[in-house]
């Protein structure tokens, strides 16, 4: 079968020989590769006209609406996925965790809409005051960059590795060419056909490369945003692409690295920590055949526990049965093909130049089902380094394969320095049951990690394990790891979006940012906003109040109501050395005088208080004082029907500034509120 690629809106065939691509357990021919024939500058120019149009003009609540979708639809199709997985060499574990695990991306970042607002672009952070007289300010706003995402990705994890990269950009608005490796891309294809064939995603926001791509950066730009994963070695030459310098583009990397695992000394042996360890470290040098770029290669343990662990992960290896992924008790796969294999085995014959071989063997091994002479199959390798501040070896060579190197620490500042020698990793966890431990090592040890997990008895069950990087986390590392970040929840969003800082009076900002800036023009109406519906309110539209006269006896009715007789509202003889001159009025009780002031007490249209988003108390209340409200909207989002019967409804954000007889604010406030769509029930 010859994979096609999915360029400018149609499937094609590379027009060369192509690429024969194997089964890693059996070695039979599953697919032919190529991409011959490809325009990489016109698949670049059609992303950017059509699918950056296409998808730069939906709001967040529309992509993540999308994004949602498509994760439901490739639910439904899962199983296919796993059938061409097992030809990877991946067993079932393996593949969940790049079949679902990827679907799960769509489904967190889908999750995300809900802190982006009903907009094609994002108003970040704070407004920045920039006058005297508050008619000049500033803010940042970020817009999705006129581009497309280029993803180059590794070969072990053929979906995951789409998937994760694409719910970002496509949450923030930009297309994406994908470029998986090519050794595993006949299963990025069978999916992508499943995403193309489902309609869903508007024309252009995905085209497919499956076969080489060595010239596709000479015509990326400025706009244009790529990420990287894979070997360090191969993402320090892409980036260094001249034509990445000289146009500035955004390249994002993430690089295979020496993470580790260190054993703080209270997890001594017949602890629980002891145990999760040891399971920690089994599963890590075993699942996908330890090709994971988050796996662990440096085992870090105190030099009086090393003779035990290296017992006991041996015993943990012992049980690890080696073999074709399809048959039933096949703990472990192969690697991903036989030139992968043996350049793992090169990089353990480099490794025991500076350790020796305390479990394992590379040739003598049994295979359960499969092709042992053909198939791409490794037993898990156990080194030992006993001098790690001397024989150096360890933290720089990785064997991209189930592999890692046990090394001895004395004290946890000795496990910290030998934790950076990695040069920089994506991971690193400390299991211990001492937070004090805990905070020394995570403190210390985080300039040169990515992630850090601090495992212990208590985090073990629900725990994602040392090797999971998570949506709404960054994943990524300083130095050898690249030095990137992708992820992130909205961090990872904003990687594929320009942000701009906006300059102008509060009433223009307001219109730019959707959002209600104080000191803007007020809109006002004759009709109350509590009798609007959602789409009639307008940002900026304002109630001004009536106005009400706090007296003694409110501030101590208050206190009985509540139970909060804190001194200051109730004892005026306490108040020397305070900001207080007189008994003052409880900051609850003005924002409460304030809603009666401003609420509409009939039934209408707005049906519920949703919650308080922030507030402020700015000036002391004292009887005899009065005050009045201004009621602002400041901000609408849309809500989508949780099923038939939920009613159509959105939340509006107002802005509660409560003010004295002076004109001066004294409490303000963002509260929400839920409004019904006009005319619709359900």
Same mark, same amino acid.
């Given at each position: 079968?010859?994979?096609?690629?999915?360029?400018?809106?149609?499937?094609?065939?590379?027009?060369?020989? @192509?690429?024969?691509?194997?089964?890693?357990?059996?070695?039979?021919?599953?697919?032919?590769?190529?991409?011959?024939?490809?325009?990489?500058?016109?698949?670049?120019?059609?992303?950017?006209?059509?699918?950056?149009?296409?998808?730069?003009?939906?709001?967040?609540?529309?992509?993540?609406?999308?994004?949602?979708?498509?994760?439901?639809?490739?639910?439904?199709?899962?199983?296919?996925?796993?059938?061409?997985?097992?030809?990877?060499?991946?067993?079932?574990?393996?593949?969940?965790?790049?079949?679902?695990?990827?679907?799960?991306?769509?489904?967190?970042?889908?999750?995300?809409?809900?802190?982006?607002?009903?907009?094609?672009?994002?108003?970040?952070?704070?407004?920045?005051?920039?006058?005297?007289?508050?008619?000049?300010?500033?803010?940042?706003?970020?817009?999705?960059?006129?581009?497309?995402?280029?993803?180059?990705?590794?070969?072990?994890?053929?979906?995951? /590795?789409?998937?994760?990269?694409?719910?970002?950009?496509?949450?923030?608005?930009?297309?994406?060419?994908?470029?998986?490796?090519?050794?595993?891309?006949?299963?990025?294809? =069978?999916?992508?056909?499943?995403?193309?064939? +489902?309609?869903?995603?508007?024309? /252009?926001?995905?085209?497919?490369?499956?076969? +080489?791509?060595?010239?596709?950066?000479?015509?990326?730009?400025?706009?244009?945003?790529?990420?990287?994963?894979?070997?360090?070695?191969?993402?320090?030459?892409?980036?260094?692409?001249?034509?990445?310098?000289?146009?500035?583009?955004?390249?994002?990397?993430?690089?295979?690295?020496?993470?580790?695992?260190?054993?703080?000394?209270?997890?001594?042996?017949?602890?629980?920590?002891?145990?999760?360890?040891?399971?920690?470290?089994?599963?890590?040098?075993?699942?996908?055949?330890?090709?994971?770029?988050?796996?662990?290669?440096? =085992?870090?343990?105190?030099?009086?526990? =090393?003779?035990?662990?290296?017992?006991?992960?041996?015993?943990?290896?012992?049980?690890?049965?080696?073999?074709?992924?399809?048959?039933?008790?096949?703990?472990?796969?192969?690697?991903? /093909?036989?030139?992968?294999?043996?350049?793992?085995?090169?990089?353990?014959?480099?490794?025991?130049?500076?350790?020796?071989?305390?479990?394992?063997?590379?040739?003598?091994?049994?295979?359960?089902?499969?092709?042992?002479?053909?198939?791409?199959?490794?037993?898990?390798?156990?080194?030992?380094?006993?001098?790690?501040?001397?024989?150096?070896?360890?933290?720089?060579?990785?064997?991209?394969?189930?592999? +890692?190197?046990?090394?001895?620490?004395?004290?946890?500042?000795?496990? =910290?320095?030998? +934790?950076?020698?990695?040069?920089?990793?994506?991971?690193?966890?400390?299991?211990?049951?001492?937070?004090?431990?805990?905070?020394?090592?995570?403190?210390?040890?985080?300039?040169?990690?990515?992630?850090?997990?601090? %495992?212990?008895?208590?985090?073990?069950?629900?725990?994602?394990?040392?090797?999971?990087?998570?949506?709404?986390?960054?994943?990524?590392?300083?130095?050898?790891?690249?030095?990137?970040?992708?992820?992130?929840?909205?961090?990872?969003?904003?990687?594929?979006?320009?942000?701009?800082?906006?300059?102008?009076?509060?009433?223009?900002?307001?219109?730019?940012?959707?959002?209600?800036?104080?000191?803007?023009?007020?809109?006002?109406?004759?009709?109350?906003?509590?009798?609007?519906?959602?789409?009639?309110?307008?940002?900026?539209?304002?109630?001004?109040?009536?106005?009400?006269?706090?007296?003694?006896?409110?501030?101590?009715?208050?206190?009985?109501?509540?139970?909060?007789?804190?001194?200051?509202?109730?004892?005026?003889?306490? %108040? &020397?050395?305070?900001?207080?001159?007189?008994?003052?009025?409880?900051?609850?009780?003005?924002?409460?005088?304030?809603?009666?002031?401003?609420?509409?007490?009939?039934?209408?249209?707005?049906? %519920?208080?949703?919650?308080?988003?922030?507030?402020?108390?700015?000036?002391?209340?004292?009887?005899?004082?009065?005050?009045?409200?201004?009621?602002?909207?400041?901000?609408?989002?849309?809500?989508?029907?949780?099923?038939?019967?939920?009613?159509?409804? @959105?939340?509006?954000?107002? %802005?509660?500034?409560?003010?004295?007889?002076?004109? &001066?604010?004294?409490?303000?406030?963002?509260?929400?509120?839920?409004?019904?769509?006009?005319?619709?029930?359900?």
């Amino acid at each position: 079968m010859k994979l096609k690629n999915f360029a400018l809106g149609a499937w094609m065939e590379g027009t060369g020989a @192509g690429q024969p691509l194997y089964d890693a357990s059996s070695g039979e021919t599953v697919a032919i590769a190529g991409s011959e024939g490809l325009d990489f500058e016109s698949m670049l120019h059609y992303g950017r006209k059509t699918g950056n149009k296409n998808l730069r003009k939906m709001t967040f609540q529309e992509r993540g609406l999308m994004i949602k979708a498509l994760a439901l639809y490739l639910t439904e199709r899962k199983e296919k996925y796993y059938e061409a997985s097992y030809k990877t060499g991946a067993t079932r574990v393996d593949s969940w965790i790049d079949i679902e695990g990827g679907i799960g991306n769509l489904f967190a970042n889908a999750s995300l809409r809900r802190k982006f607002p009903d907009l094609p672009y994002y108003v970040e952070g704070e407004p920045v005051g920039l006058s005297k007289g508050g008619t000049f300010m500033g803010h940042h706003i970020l817009v999705p960059r006129e581009g497309v995402a280029v993803h180059i990705n590794a070969f072990n994890f053929p979906i995951w /590795g789409m998937l994760e990269k694409c719910a970002v950009n496509w949450l923030a608005g930009m297309p994406a060419i994908v470029k998986p490796a090519t050794l595993t891309s006949y299963l990025t294809e =069978i999916m992508v056909r499943d995403i193309i064939d +489902s309609g869903i995603l508007p024309e /252009g926001a995905l085209q497919l490369i499956c076969g +080489s791509a060595y010239t596709l950066l000479d015509y990326v730009g400025y706009q244009d945003v790529v990420t990287f994963t894979g070997s360090a070695s191969t993402g320090i030459q892409l980036k260094a692409n001249p034509n990445i310098i000289r146009e500035a583009v955004p390249f994002n990397m993430e690089a295979d690295s020496l993470n580790c695992i260190v054993l703080a000394k209270d997890a001594h042996p017949g602890t629980p920590e002891f145990e999760v360890f040891i399971k920690e470290v089994r599963k890590e040098m075993t699942v996908k055949c330890g090709q994971k770029c988050t796996a662990i290669r440096r =085992i870090i343990v105190p030099e009086a526990y =090393i003779d035990d662990v290296q017992i006991q992960i041996g015993k943990a290896l012992d049980s690890v049965v080696i073999g074709d992924p399809r048959k039933e008790g096949v703990r472990m796969g192969a690697l991903a /093909g036989k030139a992968q294999l043996a350049e793992v085995k090169g990089k353990v014959d480099d490794l025991l130049a500076y350790s020796s071989l305390v479990y394992g063997n590379m040739e003598q091994y049994e295979i359960a089902l499969g092709d042992k002479e053909k198939g791409a199959f490794m037993a898990p390798i156990l080194l030992r380094n006993d001098h790690p501040f001397e024989h150096t070896g360890s933290h720089e060579i990785e064997a991209f394969g189930p592999v +890692s190197t046990l090394m001895p620490y004395k004290e946890i500042e000795d496990a =910290i320095e030998l +934790s950076k020698m990695g040069k920089g990793s994506l991971c690193s966890t400390i299991v211990t049951y001492d937070d004090r431990i805990a905070v020394d090592y995570t403190v210390q040890a985080a300039t040169h990690h990515g992630r850090i997990l601090v %495992l212990n008895r208590d985090a073990a069950k629900e725990s994602t394990g040392h090797g999971s990087p998570m949506p709404m986390l960054v994943h990524g590392g300083p130095g050898r790891a690249g030095g990137g970040e992708e992820m992130g929840g909205m961090r990872g969003i904003k990687h594929y979006m320009q942000r701009c800082a906006i300059q102008g009076t509060p009433t223009t900002i307001t219109a730019i940012a959707r959002q209600y800036q104080y000191g803007a023009r007020y809109i006002e109406h004759n009709l109350h906003p509590f009798k609007k519906y959602f789409e009639e309110l307008e940002i900026g539209e304002t109630l001004i109040t009536h106005k009400r006269t706090i007296t003694d006896s409110d501030i101590v009715n208050f206190a009985n109501v509540s139970w909060d007789h804190f001194y200051a509202h109730t004892d005026a003889t306490s %108040l &020397e050395g305070t900001p207080f001159t007189q008994r003052v009025a409880h900051g609850y009780f003005v924002l409460s005088a304030a809603a009666g002031l401003f609420v509409d007490a009939a039934k209408g249209p707005v049906m %519920l208080n949703y919650g308080l988003d922030e507030c402020r108390f700015t000036k002391p209340v004292y009887p005899g004082m009065t005050i009045g409200v201004r009621l602002t909207v400041k901000e609408k989002i849309q809500q989508e029907k949780r099923d038939n019967e939920d009613y159509t409804k @959105g939340i509006v954000k107002w %802005l509660v500034d409560v003010y004295d007889e002076t004109g &001066e604010t004294v409490a303000i406030a963002t509260i929400l509120t839920m409004v019904r769509l006009k005319g619709i029930a359900g």
